[in-house]
């Protein structure tokens, strides 16, 4: 896949733009270890951290219409899978970069948005190649031939040695697996021909592969989130759960499977990978105690999506001519069928952040 982006010239380029290098927009909401600062926050994966960027391609999963959007600053669906901001937002607003982590594809990005970060993020796409095949997204390689086109595009505007700090010093996240477990491996029968260690070794191989090529590119502070407790979410209750909809077990100890897994191989990657800070993120456990324990967070409702009935509804099934979509989302611990909404991502997010900056930093040694 090629993919072009419109940039302002070079020529207008003035030393004016570098001083976001040194300033923040909004000020850090967590303490960064020794007076640090973050650059960029630059993202990969799938709809958990899609800013728009499906907006731009042929396919079916895109959610640039209503009811998306409805509690985004001006009620704007901007392709974000969700009701408000997404984890990759609050990402670069927790660590004081910016605001809202733009989609690559943006055609009306300038270098400015470029130099403190962006998402490469597609929605369906997984670590198993098939997974974005399927629904015609961007694959982990297509990101990555984004990504090298993103680095060309750097050098050009402010030159290699400063690309090649902004790369070192920025925050890189990881973020998908789950459509890989929910819908390539139980929901079709194209890998049929594994079982489930087998299938997590295979998506753990693509992964660790991913994240030597980056690190080859510069990066080296790398958070990859865990598989969520996919089971749990609502389409996969209503498709393994049984009449009860109870959490779907064998979606959950598949995705426990590769979190052990993916965890192990980070471990020895940061032992191989010198300077590298590859920090595995558990979003299993955090997630999953919200969906047991609701009442403790103020949520109502963790077995339906907010959007329609909430069972299934997902992408272009949730629209806004549903008549049964919530009125009140802040019961609702997911906006659709497979989508937290931004109110459970504001509780996760800064929590998870506490616990992991520091390994950004310091590695095995205390900071």
Known sequence: ????????????????????LRFHAIQAAI?????????AAIVFGDSIVDPGNNNYLQTTVQCNFPPYGRDFKGGIS?????????????????????????????????????????????GGSGFDPLTAEIVSVLSLTDQLELFKEYIGKLKVAIGEDRTTN???????????????????????????????PAYTDLMVRSASSFLQEIYNLGARRIGVFSAPPIGCVPSQRTLGGGEQRECAQT??????????????????????????????????????????????????????????TGKIEVVILCNDLNPYTCTDVSKYLFWDSYHPAERTYKILLPQILRKYVNNFFCGKSPC
């Open 1 to 20: 896949m090629h993919f072009h982006l419109k940039l302002a010239s070079t020529s207008a380029i003035s030393f004016s733009l570098l001083i976001v």
């Open 251 to 308: 979606y959950n100890q598949a995705a426990k499977l590769f979190n052990f897994k993916l965890s192990s191989e980070l471990n020895s990657l940061n032992d191989k990978l010198p300077h590298a800070r590859l920090v595995y993120i558990d979003i299993y456990t955090p997630l999953l105690a919200l969906i047991q324990n609701p009442a403790a967070s103020g949520f109502e409702v963790v077995d339906r999506g907010c959007c329609g």
């Open 166 to 196: 902004i790369l070192s010093k920025s925050i890189f996240i990881v973020c998908t697996g789950s459509d890989d477990i929910a819908n390539t491996y139980f929901t079709t029968p194209l890998r049929r021909d594994y079982d489930v």
């Open 78 to 122: 901007t392709g974000r899978f969700g009701n408000g901001k997404v984890p990759s937002d609050l990402l670069a607003e927790e660590l004081g970069i910016k605001e809202l982590l733009p989609a690559y594809l943006d055609p009306t990005l300038q270098i400015q948005d470029l130099l403190t970060g962006v998402s490469f993020a597609s």
């Open 31 to 39: 303490t960064i270890p020794n007076n640090e600062t973050i650059p």
